[in-house]
């Protein structure tokens, strides 16, 4: 077997000195690699050929500071939007803790990713489509290893056969996915008839779908039977009495009107950030609060601590006027962006007339949904400004290959989000939804990457493989780490410890130190075959 080869790849990097600016701007102009994951500004084209920065020293404090930006908005998102909108629709519907975080935790995180179309895979050149799966590789190394760690900090005692199911149900896809992935496909048009090797592909494709799809309809049914088994109905409830209810109640729905709240209380409420981030230090709260009091406009928040549940009318229309316009960047189509403006409008004029601003709907479920999803398009533009940030200037100063790069030095966002959701529902005591939410981002980084990777086009006439020398040596730690770690959650009667986390730790920095020797060329990669 052969592997794409990056070593001659023309690389956005300082490898020899630069007189001034205008030599660095005509190298980032000239070189493709330098604006391979921009995605809203190209911070070195405005630095060098905007601003003709003498040092890149400036460059790297600027860099740092608006990635501390990111993170600190990302927060914002991920705890007091994003967050209390997924606990609402957690106790609402009925399943299982874990099986709720199971199955939809993944789907609202990584969604926007799906859709979105990344550019390195448009470039049929210099095989830079392997970056893509180089990227899906270290990502599920990193979302893994992280939400593990951030389990066992405060120790969780799993179920045996959930854990055995997930972690079988992964280590089986991944070597499904390695084994397909690694295959040489010769895919190019012939005589406007495409190659066989083309219908192989998408025939796999359908079957990580089919198997995935069916794993998560068993996973919703036996949560859904385990909800009703160990919460069943109370059927000697007496029936609800509507009788003393307002009279426009039967239209206007089942709950009452609080007159004793006022419409300007409740919008105070909702925006006040300095109020709602009382959880959060002072300093950070403060520089935070002109970001919560913006975002307070666009995404509800519906949870149980506030007054009717967090419904706030003006907010929630207002957010289906702005929603479709989040999505542009996404490229959904003209056609399709219409329909969802024509959609979303609609559906927001049917709610400013048919709810009251003091009156709680009997549905608040779907106002949930909307925040959800609106807050986490917002965190994933903020982690793609943070790997734009941090691939432009790591293969800048560096001259890393493009695959290491994208294997050692990205998913920093994604990572500290996780972080953050699975410590706040360890804190809630929801242990089993943190450890749903951590097989759901490996699960899902598995299942889905396959499809992605035909649906970007990241297989082409060009780029036959798509493994390189350092993705194959994270791919061997990635069976390392999943196949000890369940054997050590097993021979600890299934809780997540702290020597599993000081093992973890211990991996992750041999793997990295092994990267990184590799990157001095010191070592050779798993997969490399040296020739002198």
């Known amino acids: 077997m052969s592997f794409v080869d990056h070593s001659n790849v023309t690389r956005c990097s300082l490898h020899k000195p630069m007189n001034n600016a205008s030599e660095v701007c005509e190298l980032v102009r000239t070189t493709v690699t330098c604006g391979l994951f921009v995605h809203f500004m190209n ?23 608006l990635v501390l930006a990111n993170f600190a908005i990302s927060y914002l998102l991920a705890e007091y939007f994003f967050m209390p909108n997924f606990v609402t629709l957690m106790d609402i519907f009925p399943l299982t803790n874990f099986g709720f975080s199971y199955l939809f935790f993944g789907l609202c995180f990584f969604m926007p990713h799906y859709l979105c179309v990344w550019r390195s895979c448009e470039d049929k050149v210099e095989h830079l489509s392997a970056l893509q ?60 008839k495409i190659n066989q090797d083309m219908h192989l592909l998408k025939f796999r494709v359908l079957m990580f779908l089919f198997v995935f799809f069916m794993v998560l309809v068993v996973a919703f049914v036996i949560s859904h039977y385990n909800f ?12 609800e009495d509507f009788s003393n209810l307002e009279s426009d109640a039967e239209v206007m729905g089942r709950y009452p009107k609080q007159r004793n709240l006022k419409r300007s209380k409740l919008w105070w409420r909702a925006v006040n950030g300095y109020g709602n981030m009382k959880s959060s230090q002072m300093c950070l709260g403060i520089v935070l609060v002109p970001f919560y009091f913006l975002a307070a406009h666009m995404i509800p928040v519906l949870a149980a601590d506030r007054p009717l549940n967090g419904w706030n009318k003006y907010v929630n229309c207002f957010s289906l006027v702005v929603f479709p316009f989040l999505y542009i960047p996404v490229g959904i189509g003209p056609v399709a962006w219409l329909m969802l403006v024509s959609t979303c409008w609609e559906t927001s004029a049917l709610v400013f007339i048919s709810t009251h601003s003091l009156r709680r709907p009997d549905y608040v479920w779907p106002y949930a949904l909307l925040g959800l999803i609106i807050s986490s398009v917002a965190m994933r533009y903020l982690i793609q400004e943070v790997e734009n940030l941090t691939w432009q200037y790591v293969s800048f100063r560096f001259d890393a290959m493009p695959d290491l790069v994208a294997l050692t030095c990205f998913g920093s966002g994604e990572m500290f989000c996780e972080v953050v959701i699975v410590w706040h529902l360890v804190q809630r005591k929801s242990f089993d939804a943190a450890f749903g939410v951590v097989m759901s981002m490996a699960t899902y980084g598995v299942f889905l990457a396959f499809p992605q990777l035909l649906w970007h086009g990241c297989y082409n006439s060009i780029s036959h493989i798509i493994v390189t020398g350092p993705t194959e040596t994270c791919i061997h730690f990635l069976f390392i780490i999943f196949g000890f770690s369940l054997f050590h959650v097993s021979m600890s009667g299934y809780e997540f410890r702290m020597s599993l986390f000081f093992y973890l730790l211990a991996v992750t920095g041999i793997y990295l130190i092994f990267q990184w020797m590799t990157y001095y060329n010191w070592v050779h990669s798993f997969a490399t075959l040296y020739k002198i």
């Open 228 to 239: 009703w088994k160990t919460s069943p109905p109370n059927d000697d409830e007496p029936e």
């Open 133 to 192: 799966f180089s990227r899906m590789t270290g990502d599920l190394l990193r979302h893994f290893v992280v939400g593990v760690m951030a389990l066992c900090v405060r120790g969780h005692r799993v179920d045996g056969v959930t854990i055995w199911s997930c972690m079988v149900f992964i280590l089986l896809g991944f070597g499904y996915l390695i084994t397909v992935a690694s295959k040489k496909y010769d895919i190019y048009h012939l005589n406007d």
């Open 43 to 65: 911070y070195l084209k405005v630095a060098f050929c905007s601003y003709h920065l003498p040092f890149v020293s400036v460059y790297a404090l600027t860099s740092f500071l």
